[in-house]
């Protein structure tokens, strides 16, 4: 019997599935940190320089980055938390 209802495999499958998956998106969480130094610093040079429109253009650059990181860091945590809940079933 299948855990997942939308897409009928079994769980090895599912498990090495899921284990690419969450290797790709600790890639991606690198990724998005490296992205997020360089604008911090680039808005830090514009922020010397004071021009208004670049500088607001900068900090949107890193709310932007800090949003994809937020989102990149909850599917890692709830992944980890989905299989905490999994080795604690097991362990009963």
């Known amino acids: 019997m299948s855990e997942n ?4 495999m079994d769980k ?3 498990n090495r599935w899921s284990f690419y998956i969450n290797v790709v998106i600790f890639i991606i969480v690198a990724v998005i940190i490296y992205l997020l130094i360089l604008d911090a610093f680039n808005a830090g040079t514009v ?3 004071n021009d208004a429109t ?3 253009n900068a ?3 890193v709310v932007r980055d800090v949003a994809f990181l ?8 709830v992944q980890m938390f989905n299989y905490y809940r ?3 079933r097991r362990s009963w």
Do not use: E, M
Request: charged share 5%; hydrophobic share 65%; net charge positive.
């Open 86 to 88: 999994q080795l604690s």
């Open 70 to 77: 937020a989102v990149g860091l909850v599917i890692l945590f």
């Open 5 to 8: 209802p939308v897409i009928p």
């Open 54 to 56: 670049l500088l607001t």
């Open 47 to 49: 922020f010397a320089q």
């Open 12 to 14: 090895k499958t599912w």
């Open 59 to 61: 900090w949107i650059a």
